[in-house]
Structures are given as structure tokens and as C-alpha cells.
């Protein structure tokens, strides 16, 4: 942590992870947990897909975030999981929930910056709103600077040191 700048660790899984998240925070180091959809093991689970639909899997879900709580995690990340899930999930436990895909009852919400922006045209899911199609702008912006600089025009004096 000292190195990297960082302030925590996120970590994927439930249960199987508590042991781990209480020896790291037994030593200091704050752990955020993620449970539903893990990035991670997303071909795990057969690909990017709404974790917890079945009472089966709600169930895991609901436990492994109460596992999580109790090993000492300071907030769980859920991703892709149905609405009422997360609302139950973020109403029996003591620390923040944020969502990404798993509706407006968590405590916190995540958006990547690059769908916000619409700068990923090709991926286009349900919980994405774009607030921005800068995709084409930035394209052009490349284009632009490619062309003005196998022409000479830039970088101009406006943008060079003299002595």
C-alpha cells in the first residue's frame, strides 16, 4: 500500500475470501468486498450475467455479505445484482453497499467514467447511462492532431522553449 499510494484493497468473493480479508485487516489494511458479478471470474460464471436470481443464489449472495461484514470489510461492492437483492443485502448490514448495476438502494452507486462518457460505443449495458457520446469527438481529435502533425503544423512556435 505504501508503494502503490493506495488506501484499501478490493477483493471478489464471499465466504471463501473471509479468512483473508480478516488477516489483512487484522494487519492494517482496509478491504472493500465485491460480490455478484466479479469481474475477475467473469467466464467463472458464465460471462456477464445478473448474479443472484434464484432463491439458491440470493442466499449465497446474502451470506457472503455478512461474511464479508463480519471478517472486517468496510464496504461491499454489488455488481449486477437484481434490485430488491441489493436492497436487502444493503438493509441487513452495518457497512456501505455500492452498486454498479444493482439499483438505487445501495448505499452508493459506481459508473464507469468511460461508459458516463460514451466512450465505449461497443458496450452498452441496461445499468449504463451516458451522459456524453464523446466517443466520435475523440476520433476526431486523433484524426486532427495525426494530420496536423505529418503536415508540420504542430507543435508550432505557440508550443516549443526557446533558450
Do not use: W
Not at 39 to 56: E, F, I, K, W
Not at 79 to 102: C, D, H, Y
Amino acid at each position: 500500500m505504501k508503494e502503490s499510494g493506495c488506501h484499501a484493497v478490493k477483493l471478489e468473493g464471499g465466504q471463501a475470501m473471509a479468512a483473508t480479508v480478516r488477516r489483512l485487516v487484522d494487519v492494517g489494511i482496509p478491504v472493500m468486498g465485491h460480490l455478484g458479478l466479479t469481474p475477475q471470474s467473469v467466464h467463472a460464471l458464465g460471462g456477464y450475467r445478473v448474479q443472484g436470481r434464484d432463491d439458491a443464489a440470493a442466499a449465497r449472495l446474502q451470506s457472503d455479505a455478512k461474511a464479508l461484514e463480519e471478517a472486517g470489510a468496510f464496504a461491499v461492492v454489488l455488481e449486477l445484482v437484481p434490485a430488491p437483492l441489493a436492497s436487502q443485502i444493503t438493509t441487513a448490514l452495518t457497512i456501505p453497499t455500492i452498486g454498479i448495476g444493482a439499483g438505487p438502494a445501495c448505499d452508493g452507486q459506481v459508473l464507469v467514467v468511460h461508459d458516463m462518457l460514451g466512450l465505449n460505443e461497443h458496450f452498452d449495458a441496461k445499468f449504463i447511462k451516458k451522459y456524453a457520446a464523446l466517443a466520435e469527438d475523440v476520433r476526431e481529435a486523433a484524426r486532427v492532431y495525426a494530420a496536423e502533425v505529418r503536415e508540420g503544423r504542430f507543435p508550432g512556435p505557440e508550443h516549443s522553449f526557446g533558450k
